[in-house]
């Protein structure tokens, strides 16, 4: 395989992110309503400032694959939404942007995925 064929899938990824945050991307909106009820738990937890139930609520979430839109490496943090009858973490979560203020807690910017970070919708309240 010749050397710029081996390195096509990176670039294309590359290019790819690059479209999504040049376009203007954003993952589609969701009512909060329509989200599991655990969801506006953990919303109130995030707002309050916890405490929080799992310990690695409120780490770093890097967005690896760009599903969300590109932000300094800091900027989201991750949060458990428990699921019922799981005795483990799971697979829901809701990503919190910090906002201009760099305040989880009052960004408005909430995403939640329920499939392990393969997609995202923005909580819209």
Known sequence: MTRHLRHWPVRATLL???WLVASGFAPPE???ERLPPETAQTLSLIRQGGPFP???DGVVFQN????LP???RSYYREYTVPTPGLDHRGA???IAGSGPDNDVRRSGEYYYTGD???SF???KE
């Open 16 to 18: 790819a992110a690059f």
């Open 30 to 32: 969701v009512a909060l």
């Open 54 to 56: 799992y310990r690695r």
């Open 64 to 67: 690896r694959e760009q599903r």
């Open 70 to 72: 590109v932000r300094p």
């Open 92 to 94: 829901r979560r809701i």
């Open 116 to 118: 392990h970070y393969r």
């Open 121 to 123: 919708r923005r909580i």
